[in-house]
């Protein structure tokens, strides 16, 4: 089954920040594109830096201009090659299938791949999930600590401020019939 990469919302908000490139700097994104170009520095981040520093770019602009410039550091045009990059050891992987296909079963669900953690959504985020150290998934989902005793407050994930609990999982039986639920509830309010 193949799922758009990105919900309606977020197709719209990536292509706000293209046309309010031109309309709030005055130069088109190709006019930039040239300009990281001349950029001495080599890393994502210290371009990301040196626009700030020396264009004024912030992030999600500069961003924006490196994917274009220099091809995307995050290939969001292509989920699977992100999922496979992140989901390397069999046993996570195994874990991310089991959160996949208990996420995609929920009525209009996407996922979304990011570099770090995978991502499901409807209109809104409502649950992710990345890689641990040892074969494990930390599942993070947007229901309150309190919707079930296994699950605690975040702490220090990148994924959205939506997702206000997280669970570790250590096996793909983990994501049984609880998980399955909290999942569904945190679809609801998605």
């Given at each position: 089954?193949t799922?758009?990469?990105?919900?309606?919302?977020?197709?719209?908000?990536?292509?706000?920040?293209?046309?309010?490139?031109?309309?709030?700097?005055?130069?088109?994104?190709?006019?930039?594109v040239?300009?990281?170009?001349?950029?001495?520095?080599?890393?994502?981040r210290?371009?990301?830096?040196?626009l700030?520093?020396?264009?004024?770019?912030?992030?999600?602009?500069?961003?924006?201009?490196l994917?274009e410039a220099?091809?995307?550091?995050?290939?969001?045009?292509?989920?699977?090659?992100?999922i496979?990059?992140?989901?390397?050891d069999p046993?996570?992987c195994?874990i991310?299938e089991?959160v996949d296909?208990?996420?995609?079963?929920?009525?209009?669900a996407?996922?979304t791949?990011?570099?770090?953690?995978?991502?499901?959504?409807r209109q809104?985020?409502?649950?992710?999930a990345?890689?641990?150290?040892?074969?494990?998934?930390?599942?993070?989902l947007?229901?309150t600590?309190y919707?079930d005793s296994?699950?605690?407050?975040?702490?220090?994930?990148?994924?959205?401020?939506r997702?206000?609990?997280?669970r570790?999982l250590e096996a793909?039986?983990?994501?049984?019939?609880?998980?399955r639920?909290?999942?569904?509830?945190?679809w609801e309010?998605?």
């Amino acid at each position: 089954m193949t799922t758009p990469n990105l919900t309606p919302r977020q197709q719209k908000w990536f292509a706000s920040v293209r046309a309010g490139l031109e309309r709030d700097t005055g130069k088109s994104l190709e006019t930039w594109v040239e300009i990281a170009k001349s950029c001495p520095e080599t890393s994502h981040r210290a371009r990301l830096q040196w626009l700030k520093e020396h264009h004024g770019l912030l992030q999600n602009r500069a961003s924006q201009v490196l994917g274009e410039a220099f091809g995307s550091i995050v290939a969001w045009n292509d989920p699977d090659a992100l999922i496979s990059t992140l989901w390397v050891d069999p046993t996570s992987c195994a874990i991310f299938e089991a959160v996949d296909a208990a996420a995609l079963a929920l009525p209009g669900a996407i996922r979304t791949a990011r570099k770090g953690y995978t991502a499901w959504s409807r209109q809104v985020q409502f649950a992710a999930a990345r890689p641990m150290k040892g074969g494990k998934a930390m599942l993070g989902l947007a229901v309150t600590p309190y919707a079930d005793s296994g699950l605690e407050a975040p702490k220090s994930e990148s994924w959205s401020e939506r997702l206000k609990s997280r669970r570790r999982l250590e096996a793909p039986a983990d994501v049984d019939e609880t998980i399955r639920t909290l999942l569904r509830t945190a679809w609801e309010r998605s």
